[in-house]
C-alpha cells in the first residue's frame, strides 16, 4: 500500500507518527510545497522577539523519516484525480496512492486594501516570513500592523521588545475578538498601550502608498494618515487546496470531513487547517487553524489510513501566550452571546481577569489576561469541557477541586 500524505506540517507529521504505530511496512510518501526541515508555525514569533534560537523552529521528528522509511518529496500539488487514484506534481510528474491524507496547511491572506501586496509588507506564517521579519526588524524603526489576531499582536510585541515604535490598526471594535471577551480584549489594549504601542480599533486601512525613499503612508477611512517604514498584516488564513478543483473532494474554504477526518471521497482523508471537522460542541464541520487541533486531527487520520477505526471526540479551541509581560489564554466559548452565565475572579484569587464560562450548567470556557499560574488551570478543565462533565463546587473551590480530580485519577 502506498500512502501519501501532502503537508509535513502538524497534521501530516501526526499523521505520519500514528500511521506507523499500526502499520511499519507500507510505503509513505510526504509531499512538502514549502519545503525544507519541518518546523513549529507556533514558535516564529519567539524566535522573531529572540526568546528562542533559531534552532528551536525545527521538530526533530521529521529529521526520522529515513529511518521510518518516509519518502520526503519538495514538491507542488497541481491537482487531484480522485477515479485514477493520482495527483500531479509540478516537477515530479504523477504520483499514485491508495491512501491519500490533504494536511496541506493554510496560508496568510491579505486584506482588501489597495496598495497592501508590494515589497516592504509582510505577513508572519511562514519561515520566509520570519527570516524576512528578522533582517527588516534590523534596519527599521516604525512599524505598523495590521489586524489583532493571536499573530499580529505576537508580532506587535516583538517588534517592541526589539525596541521599535509600533501602531496597531483593527476593523473591529476590540482587539483579538476571536481569543477574548469584550472586558479582557480593553484590558490587553490597556497593557499594550502601557508598552508604548499606539492602539487604533475601528479603523478601516483604505490604501497604502510607498514612497520613493521605500517607507510607506497609509490612508485611512476616517481621513487619518499613518507613517511607517515597515508593514506587518494579519487578515487571517486561507486552506492551501486550490488543486482540489476539477476534482471529486467536496470543498468549500475548507475540507469537511467526518468525525474519521474522511472526505467524501474513498481513501481520501483530510486534516488540519485544510479540514473542517466535528466540534467538542457538536458542531459537524469547524476549522480552527490551531496548532493542537491539526496534530489531533493527524493523528486521527494517520490511524484509521492504517486501518483502524478511531473516531474524533471533536476539536476544543485553545489558545496560549504570553506577550506584554501578562499571559494571555482563552478555551472553549466565553463570549456572552454563546453562554448564560460567567464568574470572574476577584483580586484575591490572585489570577488577574479570569473568567469562567458556563451554559445549561456546564462550564463551557474560559479566558485570562492575568498570570501564568493561571492557566495550569485550562489543562485540567480541558477533559471536563470537552466530556460536557458536571462540576459541582461553587467557582471559588475549583481549583481545589480540580487538584483533588487530578491526583485521584
Same mark, same amino acid.
Not at 514569533?45 to 522509511?69: I, M
Not at 471529486?248 to 468525525?259: A, C, K, L, M, Q
Not at 488540519?272 to 459537524?284: I, K, Q, R, T
Not at 478555551?331 to 476577584?346: L, Q, R, W
Given at each position: 500500500m502506498h500512502t501519501v500524505i501532502i503537508g509535513n506540517g502538524a497534521a501530516g507529521l501526526a499523521a505520519v507518527r500514528a500511521f506507523r504505530k499500526y502499520d511499519k511496512q507500507s510505503r509513505i510518501t510526504v509531499i512538502s510545497k514549502e519545503g525544507g526541515a519541518a518546523y513549529s508555525r507556533v514558535l516564529l514569533p519567539y524566535v522573531l522577539r529572540g526568546k528562542l534560537?533559531?534552532?528551536?523552529?525545527?521538530?526533530?521528528?521529521?529529521?526520522?523519516?529515513?529511518?521510518?522509511g518516509v519518502n520526503y518529496v519538495e514538491d507542488e500539488v497541481l491537482s487531484l484525480n480522485d477515479a485514477s487514484k493520482e495527483i500531479s506534481l509540478a516537477r515530479?510528474?504523477?504520483?499514485?496512492?491508495?491512501?491519500?491524507?490533504?494536511?496541506?496547511?493554510?496560508?496568510?491572506?491579505?486584506?482588501?486594501?489597495?496598495?497592501?501586496?508590494?515589497?516592504?509588507?509582510?505577513?508572519?506564517?511562514?519561515?520566509?516570513?520570519?527570516?524576512?521579519?528578522?533582517?527588516?526588524?534590523?534596519?527599521?524603526?516604525?512599524?505598523?500592523?495590521?489586524?489583532?489576531?493571536?499573530?499580529?499582536?505576537?508580532?506587535?510585541?516583538?517588534?517592541?521588545?526589539?525596541?521599535?515604535?509600533?501602531t496597531l490598526v483593527e476593523i473591529a471594535d476590540r482587539l483579538m475578538p476571536l481569543v477574548l471577551d469584550e472586558r479582557g480584549s480593553a484590558l490587553m489594549a490597556e497593557q499594550m498601550e502601557k508598552f508604548g504601542v499606539k492602539v487604533f480599533t475601528s479603523t478601516i486601512t483604505n490604501e497604502i502608498i510607498k514612497n520613493d525613499d521605500g517607507s510607506f503612508r497609509i490612508l485611512l477611512k476616517d481621513g487619518g494618515e499613518i507613517d511607517s517604514d515597515l508593514i506587518i498584516v494579519g487578515a487571517g488564513v486561507g486552506a492551501n487546496i486550490d488543486f482540489l478543483k476539477g476534482s471529486?473532494?467536496? +470543498? $468549500?474554504?475548507?475540507?469537511?470531513?467526518?468525525?474519521?477526518?474522511? =472526505?467524501? *471521497?474513498?481513501?481520501?482523508?483530510? /486534516? #488540519?487547517?485544510?479540514?473542517?471537522?466535528?466540534?467538542? +460542541? $457538536?458542531?459537524?464541520?469547524?476549522?480552527?487553524?490551531?496548532?493542537? =487541533?491539526? *496534530?489531533?486531527?493527524?493523528?486521527? /487520520? #494517520?490511524?484509521?489510513?492504517?486501518?483502524?477505526?478511531?473516531?474524533y471526540d471533536g476539536s476544543l479551541n485553545m489558545n496560549v501566550t504570553h506577550m506584554f509581560n501578562v499571559t494571555v489564554a482563552s478555551m472553549g466559548k466565553f463570549n456572552s452571546k454563546d453562554i448564560d452565565e460567567s464568574y470572574v475572579y476577584d483580586a484575591e484569587a490572585g489570577k488577574g481577569y479570569c473568567k469562567?464560562?458556563?451554559?445549561?450548567?456546564?462550564?463551557?470556557?474560559?479566558?485570562?489576561?492575568?498570570?501564568?499560574?493561571?492557566?495550569s488551570m485550562f489543562g485540567r478543565l480541558r477533559p471536563i469541557i470537552r466530556k460536557h462533565l458536571a462540576v459541582e463546587c461553587s467557582p471559588t473551590?475549583?481549583?481545589?477541586?480540580?487538584?483533588?480530580?487530578?491526583?485521584?485519577r
Amino acid at each position: 500500500m502506498h500512502t501519501v500524505i501532502i503537508g509535513n506540517g502538524a497534521a501530516g507529521l501526526a499523521a505520519v507518527r500514528a500511521f506507523r504505530k499500526y502499520d511499519k511496512q507500507s510505503r509513505i510518501t510526504v509531499i512538502s510545497k514549502e519545503g525544507g526541515a519541518a518546523y513549529s508555525r507556533v514558535l516564529l514569533p519567539y524566535v522573531l522577539r529572540g526568546k528562542l534560537s533559531y534552532d528551536k523552529l525545527f521538530l526533530p521528528y521529521a529529521e526520522r523519516f529515513e529511518e521510518l522509511g518516509v519518502n520526503y518529496v519538495e514538491d507542488e500539488v497541481l491537482s487531484l484525480n480522485d477515479a485514477s487514484k493520482e495527483i500531479s506534481l509540478a516537477r515530479s510528474g504523477v504520483l499514485p496512492y491508495d491512501k491519500l491524507l490533504i494536511a496541506s496547511g493554510s496560508r496568510a491572506l491579505w486584506p482588501p486594501v489597495k496598495g497592501v501586496e508590494q515589497e516592504g509588507i509582510h505577513h508572519l506564517w511562514t519561515r520566509k516570513d520570519l527570516d524576512a521579519l528578522i533582517e527588516a526588524f534590523k534596519e527599521k524603526r516604525h512599524v505598523l500592523i495590521i489586524g489583532s489576531g493571536f499573530v499580529s499582536l505576537q508580532a506587535a510585541w516583538s517588534a517592541r521588545s526589539r525596541g521599535l515604535d509600533v501602531t496597531l490598526v483593527e476593523i473591529a471594535d476590540r482587539l483579538m475578538p476571536l481569543v477574548l471577551d469584550e472586558r479582557g480584549s480593553a484590558l490587553m489594549a490597556e497593557q499594550m498601550e502601557k508598552f508604548g504601542v499606539k492602539v487604533f480599533t475601528s479603523t478601516i486601512t483604505n490604501e497604502i502608498i510607498k514612497n520613493d525613499d521605500g517607507s510607506f503612508r497609509i490612508l485611512l477611512k476616517d481621513g487619518g494618515e499613518i507613517d511607517s517604514d515597515l508593514i506587518i498584516v494579519g487578515a487571517g488564513v486561507g486552506a492551501n487546496i486550490d488543486f482540489l478543483k476539477g476534482s471529486g473532494v467536496e +470543498f $468549500g474554504r475548507t475540507i469537511p470531513v467526518d468525525s474519521f477526518m474522511r =472526505t467524501n *471521497v474513498p481513501d481520501v482523508f483530510a /486534516a #488540519g487547517d485544510a479540514a473542517a471537522g466535528p466540534s467538542a +460542541f $457538536g458542531d459537524e464541520h469547524v476549522t480552527h487553524a490551531l496548532w493542537p =487541533t491539526a *496534530v489531533e486531527m493527524g493523528a486521527v /487520520a #494517520g490511524s484509521n489510513m492504517a486501518g483502524k477505526n478511531i473516531s474524533y471526540d471533536g476539536s476544543l479551541n485553545m489558545n496560549v501566550t504570553h506577550m506584554f509581560n501578562v499571559t494571555v489564554a482563552s478555551m472553549g466559548k466565553f463570549n456572552s452571546k454563546d453562554i448564560d452565565e460567567s464568574y470572574v475572579y476577584d483580586a484575591e484569587a490572585g489570577k488577574g481577569y479570569c473568567k469562567l464560562c458556563y451554559k445549561d450548567g456546564l462550564i463551557v470556557g474560559i479566558c485570562l489576561v492575568g498570570v501564568a499560574e493561571a492557566v495550569s488551570m485550562f489543562g485540567r478543565l480541558r477533559p471536563i469541557i470537552r466530556k460536557h462533565l458536571a462540576v459541582e463546587c461553587s467557582p471559588t473551590k475549583l481549583d481545589a477541586f480540580l487538584n483533588i480530580r487530578y491526583f485521584e485519577r
